[in-house]
């Protein structure tokens, strides 16, 4: 079971982060004369109800600054609402993840920060802008405020359109859906292109270690990676580039294979320590390692069964069942700082060897730098 590629993700979080109704926004005037709008940059157009306001940030990554740009009107009165509109540059990425994982996984990571403040996300589907591949998701909060929006990558431009308003009003419902469907962007995404070829996987041989006395397993622990684990015999070890830009990202599998039962790690960094500043980046990593597990697993048939949350050397882990009417096992991911794991064992047929899986779980270390 292959994880899915590493990816640069945290500009589509930041253009969603930044698509969140202002604390101090001050009503636009107009009323609601709605009237079509189209900035400058003519990136895109959009239905308005009056006159929107536009304001630029800088979205500093260290490894990648952008501009933000923001076009956003808040209506008056008790039941006003926002309609905002945000775009910004992505950085070039030479990772062939599909863009829908990408969007999803974006996602993720902005309704998790949202649920701290009450916000639950209750519905998201496929949406196509002028052939290029989008979301849509909404969310309510006890209030009875709802957001919608709509998310989409055009060629270098990650485009989010938002409206927050509330939920129980018809008109302003009809409203949100006529500025959500009247934003359309200036370009076209042509057909997606061929699937490019996959990266060029580097076999590094055996990683072999101390065998435990009283179980008969090696200890396997790479002398690159921070992580060990107990593997019943030496694992074969390969490497790829998973992406050169924005920054270079590689994927290491190790794994071990025995009577029907397999045993994987797979590392994935090293991520430039000031991706970390942001906010929303480790839950983006879960999001992308779960989305990337589950892309494989349902390829064999396997269902992916969330099992709650547990720590690893200090780390952030989520544990997974794995189940099927011939395969069943376990998976962890675990965030740290520069690497994300992804550790499973899984077996075939009904009966799995749950003392062995217990053994390999119960065994991983990971160190800090």
């Given at each position: 079971?292959?994880?899915?590629?590493?990816?640069?993700?945290?500009?589509?979080?930041?253009a969603l982060?930044?698509?969140?109704?202002p604390?101090?926004?001050?009503?636009?005037?107009?009323?609601?004369?709605w009237?079509?709008?189209?900035?400058?940059?003519?990136?895109?157009?959009?239905?308005?109800p009056?006159?929107?306001?536009y304001e630029?940030?800088?979205?500093?990554?260290?490894v990648?600054?952008?501009?933000?740009?923001?076009?956003?009107?808040?209506?008056p009165?008790?039941?006003?609402a926002?309609?905002?509109?945000?775009?910004?540059?992505?950085p070039?990425?030479?990772?062939?993840?599909?863009?829908?994982?990408?969007?999803?996984?974006t996602?993720?990571?902005?309704?998790?920060?949202?649920?701290q403040?009450g916000?639950?996300?209750?519905?998201?589907?496929e949406?196509?802008?002028?052939g290029?591949?989008g979301?849509?998701f909404?969310?309510?909060?006890?209030?009875?405020?709802?957001?919608?929006?709509?998310?989409?990558?055009?060629?270098?431009?990650?485009?989010t359109?938002?409206?927050?308003?509330?939920?129980r009003?018809?008109?302003?419902?009809?409203e949100?859906?006529?500025f959500?469907?009247?934003?359309?962007?200036?370009?076209?995404?042509?057909?997606?292109?061929?699937?490019?070829?996959?990266p060029?996987?580097?076999?590094?041989?055996?990683?072999?270690g101390?065998?435990?006395?009283?179980s008969?397993?090696?200890?396997?622990?790479?002398?690159?990676?921070?992580?060990?684990?107990?593997?019943?015999?030496?694992?074969?070890?390969?490497?790829?580039?998973?992406?050169?830009?924005?920054?270079?990202?590689?994927?290491?599998?190790?794994?071990v294979?025995?009577?029907?039962t397999f045993?994987?790690?797979?590392e994935c960094?090293?991520?430039?320590?000031?991706?970390n500043?942001l906010?929303?980046?480790?839950?983006m990593k879960?999001?992308?390692?779960?989305?990337?597990?589950?892309?494989?697993?349902?390829?064999?048939?396997?269902?992916?069964?969330?099992?709650?949350n547990?720590?690893?050397g200090?780390?952030?882990?989520?544990?997974y069942?794995?189940?099927s009417?011939?395969?069943?096992?376990?998976?962890?991911?675990?965030?740290?700082?520069?690497?994300?794991?992804?550790?499973?064992?899984f077996?075939?047929?009904p009966?799995?060897?749950?003392?062995?899986?217990?053994?390999?779980?119960?065994?991983?270390?990971?160190?800090?730098?």
């Open positions: 079971m292959r994880l899915g590629r590493c990816i640069h993700l945290a500009l589509f979080g930041a982060l930044a698509a969140a109704p604390s101090a926004a001050q009503p636009a005037a107009g009323g609601r004369a009237r079509t709008y189209q900035p400058p940059s003519k990136v895109f157009t959009a239905e308005f009056g006159a929107p306001s630029s940030k800088l979205v500093d990554q260290g990648y600054k952008e501009t933000a740009h923001r076009h956003w009107l808040v209506q009165g008790r039941d006003g926002l309609f905002e509109v945000v775009h910004l540059k992505v070039p990425n030479d990772g062939n993840l599909p863009v829908g994982i990408i969007l999803d996984a996602i993720d990571a902005v309704a998790a920060q949202h649920r403040r916000l639950r996300e209750v519905s998201r589907r949406v196509i802008l002028k290029c591949v979301r849509e909404e969310a309510t909060d006890p209030h009875g405020v709802s957001l919608r929006g709509r998310v989409f990558i055009v060629g270098e431009q990650i485009l359109a938002v409206y927050v308003g509330p939920a009003s018809a008109a302003r419902q009809q949100a859906r006529r959500l469907d009247s934003v359309t962007a200036a370009e076209s995404c042509a057909p997606p292109p061929a699937a490019p070829p996959e060029e996987v580097k076999k590094l041989g055996k990683v072999s101390p065998v435990d006395a009283a008969g397993w090696m200890l396997i622990a790479p002398g690159q990676s921070r992580f060990s684990a107990l593997m019943p015999g030496a694992a074969e070890a390969e490497e790829e580039q998973a992406q050169q830009k924005p920054y270079p990202l590689s994927l290491r599998t190790y794994s294979g025995r009577d029907e045993y994987i790690v797979v960094g090293d991520f430039p320590a000031e991706m500043r906010a929303h980046f480790e839950e879960f999001s992308l390692g779960y989305r990337g597990l589950a892309s494989e697993a349902e390829k064999m048939g396997v269902r992916i069964i969330p099992e709650g547990v720590e690893v200090g780390h952030k882990g989520r544990q069942r794995l189940a009417d011939d395969i069943n096992g376990r998976a962890l991911i675990v965030s740290t700082p520069e690497k994300f794991y992804m550790f499973a064992a077996a075939t047929g009966d799995p060897p749950a003392a062995d899986f217990a053994r390999f779980f119960s065994s991983i270390k990971i160190t800090r730098p």
